[in-house]
């Protein structure tokens, strides 16, 4: 089976990331916030992270940390999201050769803070977008829904051919944290980081990428496949804290039990009727959701180390950088320069619902 075989298909022709200037150790994060409880200090020293980018609140005269309100962590969310969802949209049309101006439909992922209208708006203004341009908001959808919003900007794609779509996913974590000292928001507040990435699409004729000045090969959107847990849908949330009068993040600690034991159920269902064994797959690119979560993922399929290299890279430099994670997987593979023409790709992100979304790619 080739992308051939599917017909025109939507074609990654470009990507970019970008984070806040500013990143911190994890010991660095428990010395700012005065963290002295062992178990505390345990979750974020043996989570696999070395370092995140952050917008920490301000800096107090005594040397401490403000408290943020839910409206100056929103705040936050909108200035810091739109500067590097900007950034990460123009390298992805940098690598793709485009110009603002080419820009038919944008998608922008994001659920770290609510915002009316929505990042697309703001963006299609900050960067004097076309007001034509075609937008798409998701909002809510957690780590999983890079995916979820790639499968509706290929759709949108397909359905026109010739003309670009950029999908960015804008997520400022820090935007979404409550210091209340408790474990469970110990545990999301060790595991989460600030970026922002973006792909840019295009259906039409196959792309030359075997000439001398194309600097990466493109990647064909076969397919798509989901699966969702209905039985874990309070497993990952983001709700209300009376307490603490803001939102607050939840994960239950059996996530990445429950995330690998249907981990092969879906990427067969993903390969179903294409012909291709997972044993077919060149190159995987799983959601940085965890160290645990990667484990699972990695014994459920069977994948050795060195497969997952770019999931667990991304995990031990930026933390889980929520939707946009597989994408900052995506650069690396890409810059490595392994990948080679016919090359087979499986994406994976997992998060609320609980879901499961996959995509295969060819290259």
Sequence with gaps: MTAANFGPRPVIVGFGTATPANSYSQREMLDLFGIEDPKVRSVFLNSAIERRYLTLPPELPDGTRATETQGELLAKHKAHGTRIGVQALETALKRAGCALSDIGHLCCVSTTGLLTPGFSALLIKELGLSTSTSRLDVVGMGCNAGLNALNAVAGWSAANPGRLAVMVCVEVCSAAYVFDGTMRTAVVNSLFGDGAAAVAMITGPPRDDTAEDSPLPAGTVLKFASRIIPDAVDAMRYD????????????????????????????????????????????????????????????????????????????????????????????????????????????????????????????
């Excluded at 990427?267 to 995987?284: A, E, K, M, P, S």
């Excluded at 959601?287 to 890279?313: E, F, M, Q, W, Y």
């Excluded at 490595?336 to 499986?346: I, L, T």
Aim: hydrophobic share 35%.
């Design 240 to 363: 209300w804290d009376d307490d603490q009068g803001k939102f607050s993040f939840y994960l239950d600690r059996d996530v990445p039990y429950v995330v690998g034991a249907h981990a092969e159920d879906v990427v067969d269902r993903l390969l179903d009727g294409t012909g291709l064994r997972r044993g077919d797959i060149d190159h995987w690119l799983v959601h940085s959701g965890g160290k645990k979560v990667i484990d699972s993922v990695k014994v459920n399929l069977g994948l050795p180390a060195h497969a997952v290299r770019h999931t667990t890279g991304v995990l031990r430099d930026y933390g889980n950088l929520s939707s946009g994670s597989f994408l900052f997987s995506y650069e690396r593979l890409m810059e490595e320069g392994r990948v080679s023409r016919g090359d087979y790709g499986v994406l994976m992100t997992m998060g609320p619902g609980s879901t499961i979304e996959t995509a295969l790619v060819q290259w």
